[in-house]
């Protein structure tokens, strides 16, 4: 069955580019419009990038310092292949960009077929609450949090995010201890994710710029937060970075803020805060998109077994997916590694359901010593 899906797969590919419009907006701040609307053409390209139903990791693709005129220069990477703007205008101190990109999306952003990551995700923690008294923003970690969620399930491409957890974890990422990892291991299988992502807001810090003779003063407030991601099989970090920035904060000194609200989601400082969530988004989906997803045995039946992989994932029937064992291990200093040792034991999909699919060996025998729980990894065809 194998060489009859090699060959189809060398077949020309039958995908074609077409256009896709998007916008993005973005604030201006202390007067730099330049990069406002740098910021906003990045938005706006994301937003074509996800309506064309590609990896938002391909918004790296375009060099937004080569504009002339309304026509874009485009990095030879071969998915987005003609880039231009239709629109700009400037309002309340915001800057708004509409751009036309001619997306080609064969899926082909490493050596095989894109495919969807798992993922949990756990509302951020507050590092400091008593920075988030002024303009009540004790609530803002679970805002920021939903928004990360949903900002994820737009990119369908890259991640298939599994739940929202209703509290943070009680583990600190950036030093988790074995007790930690395993609990994140637990947790990822609960939820059949196979990585988790979480994070802190480290900074809320509201200042002020004196006004000169002819302005009035001008309220400043820092935004920053980590974001950890982790590897729900191994329980071990694969990125960690931290995002801030500072923009004007346009509410009064004593406002206090529905933080769900679009009061706050509209304004300089509300805009600011989702740009650095699409920013956290894209550098995850720039670490995972070449990684090979795997996923668990959840039953074996007579001679075949199910996984808790399906199509929402982007696996189709002819897939075929290894046994790999996962071995972990200290080394003299302490730190802590994670290795796959991949089996002989071939499957291939036979049926595909929204959230899982069931596997049949390839070569017709079920090995005997496989079960539920055991690591499978999809194969790549072009290795």
């Given at each position: 069955m194998r060489p009859l899906?090699?060959?189809?797969?060398?077949?020309?590919?039958?995908?074609?580019a077409a256009w896709y419009t998007g916008t993005g907006t973005a604030p201006v701040i202390n007067s730099n419009?330049?990069?406002?609307?740098?910021?906003?053409?990045?938005?706006?390209?994301?937003?074509?990038?996800?309506?064309?139903?590609?990896?938002?990791s391909?918004?790296?693709?375009v060099d937004n310092g080569s504009l002339t005129g309304n026509a874009f220069q485009v990095r030879a990477k071969g998915h987005i292949t003609q880039l231009q703007r239709l629109e700009e205008y400037s309002r309340d101190d915001k800057v708004s960009v509409t751009v036309r990109a001619d997306i080609w999306n064969d899926g082909a952003v490493c050596d095989g077929r894109l495919t969807s990551k798992s993922v949990v995700v756990a509302p951020l923690t507050l590092s400091h609450p008593e920075q988030a008294i002024w303009g009540g923003l004790e609530d803002l970690p679970q805002a920021v949090s939903a928004r990360l969620f949903e900002e994820m399930t737009k990119a369908q491409a890259d991640f298939l995010p599994k739940s929202l957890l209703s509290a943070p974890l009680a583990v600190n990422p950036a030093r988790l201890e074995p007790h930690d990892r395993q609990e994140l291991q637990s947790l990822a299988e609960q939820k059949q994710a196979q990585y988790l992502v979480l994070g802190s807001i480290n900074n809320l810090t509201l200042?002020?710029?004196?006004?000169?003779?002819?302005?009035?003063?001008?309220?400043?407030?820092?935004?920053?937060?980590?974001?950890y991601l982790i590897d729900g099989i191994s329980g071990l970090p694969i990125l960690s970075k931290r995002y801030?920035?500072?923009?004007?904060?346009?509410?009064?000194?004593?406002?206090?803020?529905?933080?769900?609200?679009?009061?706050?989601?509209?304004?300089?400082?509300?805009?600011?805060?989702?740009?650095?969530?699409?920013?956290?988004?894209e550098d995850m989906s720039e670490a995972l998109k070449c990684v090979h997803p795997k996923t668990r045995v959840i039953r074996v039946e007579g001679g075949s077994l199910?996984?808790?992989?399906?199509?929402?994932?982007?696996?189709?029937?002819?897939?075929?997916?290894?046994?790999?064992?996962?071995?972990?291990?200290?080394?003299?200093?302490?730190?802590?590694?994670?290795?796959?040792?991949?089996?002989?034991?071939?499957?291939?999909?036979?049926?595909?359901?929204?959230?899982?699919?069931?596997?049949?060996?390839?070569?017709?025998?079920?090995?005997?010593?496989?079960?539920?729980?055991?690591?499978?990894?999809?194969?790549?065809?072009?290795?």
């Open positions: 899906l090699l060959a189809a797969l060398l077949l020309p590919h039958l995908a074609q419009k330049e990069l406002a609307r740098q910021q906003a053409t990045r938005a706006a390209i994301r937003d074509a990038v996800l309506k064309a139903g590609a990896s938002v391909i918004v790296n693709d200042g002020k710029i004196e006004g000169g003779l002819l302005s009035s003063d001008q309220l400043i407030r820092q935004y920053g937060m980590t974001l801030e920035s500072r923009t004007l904060w346009p509410f009064a000194v004593n406002a206090q803020l529905d933080v769900q609200s679009d009061q706050l989601w509209q304004s300089a400082y509300g805009l600011e805060i989702s740009r650095l969530v699409r920013a956290g988004i199910d996984v808790a992989m399906g199509g929402r994932q982007g696996v189709r029937i002819g897939d075929v997916f290894r046994l790999s064992h996962q071995y972990n291990f200290t080394d003299d200093g302490g730190i802590d590694y994670s290795s796959l040792n991949d089996e002989n034991s071939e499957f291939e999909v036979v049926k595909v359901y929204p959230d899982h699919s069931q596997l049949s060996p390839l070569n017709g025998d079920m090995p005997m010593n496989i079960q539920i729980r055991d690591l499978v990894q999809l194969d790549s065809f072009w290795e």
